[in-house]
């Protein structure tokens, strides 16, 4: 088992990021503004509690007194309603905030993978992807909606509780808060170690996620490997790396909030000390000691909660990192602005503007090279005519599926240009082009939900008896009226009800539905068996007449018919023609023919 490792992350706490983050949650900001008011009044009653308990000590118990005590204990009792009221709803709009924030950044994240080129795919495992839209988008939800809560409210408290204590006593409240310097520079040492921290604990999990994937989709080739203890092997390395970063973070989070406590107890000593001395000089009231202490008290309680705020914000900063990392990815493959302003994008077709395809493909001198900087295709030209059956056949690696990755544009010429119809293909719309494309794989890939439903993809508007005259077009009809509930039958997630040759049977039917003049075969026959293969094969001659096709073909006796048969080495072609003309040749399509038919021929014999 390999393990993705995933981009890299090292700056400190972002704001501007958060800042970016929340912008893109336009939908929850009237939540978060309710949140942010109600944690307005919530501050400024609490400021003013410890107030009116030192009016109870200067009124009512130095003097003995209870003149007014009926209006006070109204008074403080409103307060408290108000209180309780106020909370009551910060908690149902944060709560609100939380879900709706989870929900909006799923959305965007998953509307942006349905944007992204395919080549995203090509190297970000799904795991990565899952944790991202799963277990990152849980986390900041919550981190925004309620930290947002306290970070809000400590911050007033705390300022609001500095001007009270200036007002009332200038140079006792300096004194009490001369430990917030020391307090700032502490928070700074420990937030910069534990943000790494759980950068480091994110990455894990979303290996581990991967890992999860990749046991779940590969346990048949665990099984039969007897690969079963080295995963598990590689499983713990993992989880015990999990651990160690996990341990290591709440080491940190652990030493530091007792710092804060204690920073928070001098503060309170240094209240005791100058306010005690200040009552018996008579320069301040013992209702002043009193709110004094209250606020001593109260004061390093936002600030301790302020601490595991941005504790738990550094947390999140990891998940809102990869979060956004993959909201803000730009496809590699665009569209111009002029091009869709005419032909539209992905989820915005103007079908009315896009011209028909006849299906004529040429690539003038294109040479093509992946991220690696690996150059697969060079100086690659090739001129097919509208109608014309391509067959490409070669060793592994040759640039084969390169080829006809570059004709549907999941990835584009690094050099040269590919024509469709005699004009650039950057020239129309990813969609335009796509939308004309039949594409049938080499593992055929089958949604939940029906055997109907699945062909139906092809064309969501086609009729009952539609689906059914392409199903029987390719052989799919017999098997599928075996089915215990014939086409309403569920093939299972990724079609793990039926079997292999059975998926690309109705991969084929889907394919075909959607009439589609330009049509890729790539190895869809080398994962069937041969019977499959030959009841389909007579089909795939009816459907491919008349249609542009490229065929990657691992079985050579599955392309005899094709009009044009390229051997591909190296990225150029080294022989081209008819299966006839390259057999008279005894080139390099003879030595792989008979090599290929002296081996099937070996396999008869064996039985």
């Given at each position: 088992m390999s393990f993705y490792q995933e981009q890299e992350f090292h700056k400190g706490f972002d704001f501007s990021l958060w800042r970016r983050l929340i912008g893109y949650l336009k939908s929850a900001r009237r939540y978060l503004a309710w949140v942010v008011g109600s944690m307005v009044l919530s501050a400024g009653i609490d400021v003013v509690f410890p107030i009116l308990n030192g009016y109870v000590i200067?009124?009512?118990v130095v003097p003995g007194s209870t003149s007014g005590m009926p209006g006070f204990i109204a008074l403080y009792a409103?307060?408290?309603?108000?209180?309780?009221?106020?909370?009551?709803?910060?908690?149902?709009?944060?709560?609100?905030?939380?879900?709706?924030?989870?929900?909006?950044?799923?959305?965007?994240?998953?509307?942006?993978?349905?944007?992204?080129?395919?080549?995203?795919?090509?190297?970000?495992?799904?795991?990565?992807?899952?944790?991202?839209?799963?277990?990152?988008?849980?986390?900041?939800?919550?981190?925004?909606?309620?930290?947002?809560?306290?970070?809000?409210?400590?911050?007033?408290?705390?300022?609001?509780?500095?001007?009270?204590?200036?007002?009332?006593?200038?140079?006792?409240?300096?004194?009490?808060?001369?430990?917030?310097?020391?307090?700032?520079?502490?928070?700074?040492?420990?937030?910069?170690r534990i943000l790494a921290g759980q950068r480091k604990v994110r990455?894990?999990?979303?290996?581990?996620?991967?890992?999860?994937?990749?046991?779940?989709?590969?346990?048949?080739?665990?099984?039969?490997?007897?690969?079963?203890?080295?995963?598990?092997?590689?499983?713990?390395?993992?989880?015990?790396?999990?651990?160690?970063?996990?341990?290591?973070?709440?080491?940190?989070?652990?030493?530091?909030?007792?710092?804060?406590?204690?920073?928070?107890?001098?503060?309170?000593?240094?209240?005791?000390?100058?306010?005690?001395?200040?009552?018996?000089?008579?320069?301040?009231?013992?209702?002043?000691?009193?709110?004094?202490?209250?606020?001593?008290?109260?004061?390093?309680?936002?600030?301790?909660?302020?601490?595991?705020?941005?504790?738990?914000?550094?947390?999140?900063?990891?998940?809102?990192?990869?979060?956004?990392?993959?909201?803000e990815s730009e496809p590699q493959i665009t569209d111009s602005e002029a091009i869709e302003k005419v032909y539209g994008d992905t989820f915005h077709p103007k079908r009315e503007n896009w011209p028909?395809?006849?299906?004529?493909?040429?690539?003038?001198?294109?040479?093509?090279?992946?991220?690696?900087?690996?150059?697969?295709?060079?100086?690659?030209?090739?001129?097919?005519?509208?109608?014309?059956?391509?067959?490409?056949?070669g060793e592994t690696g040759s640039g084969k599926s390169t080829i006809v990755n570059l004709v549907c544009r999941f990835y584009e010429p690094t050099k040269g240009r590919i024509l469709?119809?005699?004009?650039?293909?950057?020239?129309?719309?990813?969609?335009?082009?796509?939308?004309?494309?039949?594409y049938v794989l080499q593992s055929p890939h089958l949604f939940s939900g029906t055997v109907r439903d699945n062909i139906r993809y092809g064309r969501l508007d086609a009729s009952d008896g539609e689906i059914e005259r392409v199903a029987k077009l390719v052989n799919a009809h017999p098997f599928i009226s075996r089915l215990e509930h014939g086409y309403d039958t569920e093939v299972g997630e990724g079609g793990s009800r039926l079997s292999t040759g059975e998926k690309q049977l109705i991969s084929f039917a889907r394919a075909i539905l959607a009439d589609p003049p330009i049509f890729v075969l790539d190895e869809a026959?080398?994962?069937?068996?041969?019977?499959?293969?030959?009841?389909?094969?007579?089909?795939?001659?009816?459907?491919?007449?008349?249609?542009?096709?490229?065929?990657?073909?691992?079985?050579?006796?599955?392309?005899?018919?094709?009009?044009?048969?390229?051997?591909?080495?190296?990225?150029?072609?080294?022989?081209?023609?008819?299966h006839e003309a390259l057999l008279q040749k005894k080139g390099h399509y003879y030595a792989l023919y008979t090599q290929q038919f002296q081996l099937e021929a070996e396999k008869e014999i064996l039985g």
């Amino acid at each position: 088992m390999s393990f993705y490792q995933e981009q890299e992350f090292h700056k400190g706490f972002d704001f501007s990021l958060w800042r970016r983050l929340i912008g893109y949650l336009k939908s929850a900001r009237r939540y978060l503004a309710w949140v942010v008011g109600s944690m307005v009044l919530s501050a400024g009653i609490d400021v003013v509690f410890p107030i009116l308990n030192g009016y109870v000590i200067d009124h009512f118990v130095v003097p003995g007194s209870t003149s007014g005590m009926p209006g006070f204990i109204a008074l403080y009792a409103g307060l408290m309603v108000l209180q309780a009221g106020n909370m009551y709803f910060h908690m149902v709009q944060a709560g609100k905030a939380e879900i709706l924030m989870s929900s909006t950044v799923r959305t965007m994240a998953f509307d942006k993978l349905q944007r992204l080129s395919y080549n995203y795919f090509d190297h970000m495992p799904v795991g990565n992807i899952m944790a991202r839209l799963t277990s990152d988008a849980t986390r900041l939800g919550e981190s925004v909606a309620w930290g947002l809560v306290d970070l809000v409210w400590g911050l007033l408290f705390m300022i609001f509780t500095m001007v009270s204590m200036l007002v009332i006593h200038f140079w006792l409240g300096l004194a009490v808060i001369s430990v917030i310097p020391v307090l700032l520079l502490i928070s700074s040492y420990f937030q910069r170690r534990i943000l790494a921290g759980q950068r480091k604990v994110r990455r894990t999990n979303s290996m581990i996620t991967s890992a999860f994937n990749e046991g779940i989709l590969g346990a048949k080739t665990t099984k039969t490997l007897v690969r079963e203890e080295a995963n598990l092997g590689e499983f713990q390395q993992l989880t015990h790396r999990m651990y160690g970063a996990s341990v290591k973070v709440a080491g940190l989070s652990a030493l530091y909030m007792p710092l804060a406590l204690l920073l928070g107890s001098v503060g309170t000593a240094i209240a005791l000390h100058f306010g005690g001395t200040g009552v018996i000089a008579g320069t301040l009231t013992y209702g002043d000691l009193v709110v004094f202490m209250n606020y001593t008290t109260l004061f390093f309680e936002p600030v301790r909660e302020l601490a595991r705020v941005l504790a738990d914000l550094q947390s999140s900063q990891a998940a809102a990192e990869r979060v956004v990392s993959l909201i803000e990815s730009e496809p590699q493959i665009t569209d111009s602005e002029a091009i869709e302003k005419v032909y539209g994008d992905t989820f915005h077709p103007k079908r009315e503007n896009w011209p028909e395809i006849h299906g004529e493909v040429t690539f003038e001198h294109v040479d093509f090279h992946y991220e690696s900087g690996e150059k697969v295709l060079r100086d690659f030209s090739l001129e097919v005519p509208a109608g014309t059956s391509v067959a490409l056949v070669g060793e592994t690696g040759s640039g084969k599926s390169t080829i006809v990755n570059l004709v549907c544009r999941f990835y584009e010429p690094t050099k040269g240009r590919i024509l469709i119809d005699g004009v650039d293909y950057r020239e129309r719309s990813q969609l335009w082009l796509q939308s004309h494309l039949g594409y049938v794989l080499q593992s055929p890939h089958l949604f939940s939900g029906t055997v109907r439903d699945n062909i139906r993809y092809g064309r969501l508007d086609a009729s009952d008896g539609e689906i059914e005259r392409v199903a029987k077009l390719v052989n799919a009809h017999p098997f599928i009226s075996r089915l215990e509930h014939g086409y309403d039958t569920e093939v299972g997630e990724g079609g793990s009800r039926l079997s292999t040759g059975e998926k690309q049977l109705i991969s084929f039917a889907r394919a075909i539905l959607a009439d589609p003049p330009i049509f890729v075969l790539d190895e869809a026959t080398s994962s069937i068996d041969t019977e499959t293969e030959m009841a389909i094969q007579h089909a795939i001659q009816e459907v491919l007449r008349g249609r542009t096709s490229f065929i990657v073909a691992h079985r050579l006796s599955t392309i005899q018919n094709a009009d044009i048969i390229l051997v591909i080495e190296n990225g150029t072609i080294v022989e081209q023609g008819t299966h006839e003309a390259l057999l008279q040749k005894k080139g390099h399509y003879y030595a792989l023919y008979t090599q290929q038919f002296q081996l099937e021929a070996e396999k008869e014999i064996l039985g």
